[in-house]
Every structure is written in structure tokens, then in C-alpha cells.
């Protein structure tokens, strides 16, 4: 989102530091957005002069990497980028012909994926004033889009998705693979459970949408204890406010039409051992482990014993996530 006509600085964020970790030396836990560091100049970075990443770029990579702001977001980065780039190149080497990013931001997988993405048309989705700011950086850095890209404005708490999507040259017969990646906790409840009703509506057969989100009462803990980027967010005026009810996931998405396929817990241990995993075998972050516990006991302690119960109670049922959930060939009943 964006507040008082500026770009999402969120977007900008995020962007930084997948630009920051494709400088990682150890290619098996190197972000592969290559081309995020090239939208990101000295104007972006003063627009998060907040957040410590945006000082990082004239700092030795290894010294800024032991702080652990910048390294708890680049490892984030890192899977969530890998993930997402995984399962887009896998649906449309299946046969998908249409992708469709839903809160852009500055995403560069139409420009990081060319040769796989050229017959492929390329929507992608944002609201108006972070849009136009990306569309003059890309001019500007790599001399424009790629010709199979649209750019379509739109406001998801107010406008319909269906209503974008045709309007952006949208073909609802072909296989289309949605990408919907630091949006959903940004977006009200109901204008995201209208984002999901679409997708599941305009949407042929064998379509698929990935989607990253938070559990309702892990959102409901960072908004009661925002840290790090979270309390960026805050304070840039883009609040997390939506999040999907516990233990009801599948259901939730059901009823959009949808049904839960792939899933990936981002702070699990498949996710460490899928992308984060160094070429001698430690586990990329094991030079902060004891910072980060620290800083776990001192969050507790901070906490009244009604906030201990819902963090003990959260980390046992809720969460953040990763999922890839797919248009079914026909809805399956439920009883």
C-alpha cells in the first residue's frame, strides 16, 4: 500500500533486501534476484532511511550481515523469493500461459525470467502511485518492460479484481498462475476475501494462485508487539491487518473456491533445509543463533502473562505461510 501519494515504502523495502542478499557470496544461499539492486538507488533508499538495510549498501556485506535486522529480513527474502520462483517456473513449464502478480511492488520476475515468461502475458497488479513510481524506475534503469507486460492499476480494498483483470486484456480460458506475495496482511478482510473470490471465479480449471499470509493471531501479536519491519510498516502508515482464522485455513479458501495445495511454514525447519543451508552444511544464520534467542526471551519478558499465552498459543497453532492453492477441475463436495 501506499500512504499520502507515495510509493509503498514496503515494496521498496523488501526490494532492498533481496537486492542486498544477490550480493551473498555463498551462491547456495545467495538471493537470486539479480536485478533488484539495479531499481534501487540512493532516492529509494532515503525513502527507508528508517530501516538499517539503507545504510547497508556502503557497508562492508559481511558486517552489515551480523545485524540482525538486516540478515533476519534477508534470510526471509531468500525463501521467500526461491519458493515463489520455484513454483512459477514449475506451473508454467505445466502449461500456464497467463501470470498475474498481485501487489507488484518492485517484483522483477518478468525481467529476471524472460526466456521462460515470452510467450507468457505478464499482469501485473498494484495500486496506482507505487506502480507508476516502478514503471519510471524500470524506464529509467532497464530501459522499460518487457513487451509481453501490463500494467494494471487498482485499489483492492475498493476496486474488483475481475473488473482489473478484463480490463488489462485478462483471458479467463487460459491456465493463469497468480502470484500474491506481501500483500494479503496489508488488504481488509473483505477486500481480500473478494481478491480470493475473484481468482477462483475468473479463473479457468487447473489455475493456481500463490499466496503468502499470516494466521490470524501471529498478525494480532505483531500488531500488539510490532518489531523490525514490522513496526516500519506501522509507522509508514501500511498496518498488517488481515490475517487468515486459525485452524481454518483450508476451509477459508474453500469458500473462495479455492482448495490448499502446497504449503511452506516460513520459519520451519523445511524451509532452513530447502534454502537456507550453506555449501559446508551450517545453516545460514547460525552466526546470530544466540542474538535471535536473546532477543525471543526479551520479547517474552516484555509481554504481560495474557501476551506469553497467546505468543505460546500462537506458536502452536498459528503461523506464516507460504501456500499454493489451486482452481480445482470441479469443487469437491464438502459434508
Not at 505483531?222 to 485452524?247: C, S
Request: hydrophobic content about 45%; aromatic content about 10%.
Amino acid at each position: 500500500m501506499e500512504a499520502n501519494g507515495l510509493p509503498s515504502r514496503t515494496s521498496i523495502l523488501t526490494a532492498a533486501v533481496r537486492a542486498f542478499g544477490a550480493r551473498e557470496p555463498d551462491a547456495s544461499v545467495r538471493n537470486p534476484d539479480w536485478v533488484a539492486e539495479r531499481l534501487i538507488g540512493p532516492a529509494e533508499l532515503a525513502l527507508i532511511a528508517d530501516h538499517p538495510i539503507s545504510k547497508a549498501f556502503g557497508e562492508d556485506f559481511q558486517q552489515a550481515m551480523d545485524d540482525p535486522d538486516i540478515f533476519g529480513f534477508a534470510w526471509l527474502m531468500l525463501v521467500r523469493t526461491r519458493f515463489i520462483d520455484e513454483l512459477m517456473e514449475r506451473a508454467v513449464r505445466s502449461g500456464v500461459t497467463q501470470l498475474v502478480i498481485l501487489g507488484a511492488g518492485f517484483d522483477t520476475r518478468a525481467h529476471r525470467f524472460t526466456e521462460l515468461l515470452q510467450n507468457v502475458a505478464v499482469i501485473e497488479i498494484d495500486y496506482g502511485a507505487t506502480q507508476e513510481y516502478k514503471k519510471r524506475r524500470v524506464d529509467a534503469a532497464l530501459g522499460g518492460a518487457p513487451a509481453n507486460v501490463v500494467y494494471a492499476p487498482i485499489d483492492f480494498a475498493r476496486e474488483g479484481l475481475g473488473d482489473v483483470l478484463r480490463a488489462a486484456g485478462f483471458e479467463r480460458g487460459r491456465r493463469t498462475y497468480f502470484i500474491c506475495e506481501g500483500l494479503s496482511m496489508y488488504v481488509p478482510e473483505e477486500g481480500m476475501k473478494e481478491t480470493l473470490r475473484a481468482i477462483g471465479a475468473e479463473s479457468a480449471p487447473g489455475s493456481a494462485l500463490l499466496l503468502e499470509y499470516f494466521n490470524r493471531d501471529a498478525l494480532e501479536l505483531l500488531r500488539k508487539y510490532p518489531t523490525g519491519m514490522v513496526k516500519n510498516a506501522f509507522d509508514w502508515g501500511e498496518p498488517f491487518v488481515f490475517g487468515v482464522p486459525d485452524g481454518q485455513d483450508r476451509e477459508f479458501f474453500r469458500e473462495a473456491g479455492l482448495e490448499l495445495g502446497e504449503t511452506l511454514k516460513i520459519s520451519g525447519i523445511e524451509a532452513m533445509t530447502r534454502y537456507a543451508m550453506r555449501q559446508d552444511g551450517t545453516y545460514y544464520g547460525a552466526h546470530l543463533e544466540k542474538v535471535f534467542q536473546e532477543r525471543r526471551e526479551g520479547a517474552l519478558k516484555a509481554m504481560d502473562d495474557t501476551g506469553r499465552q497467546r505468543a505460546a498459543e500462537a506458536a502452536a497453532t498459528s503461523g506464516y505461510w507460504l501456500a499454493e492453492l489451486a482452481v480445482p477441475m470441479a469443487l469437491p463436495r464438502t459434508t
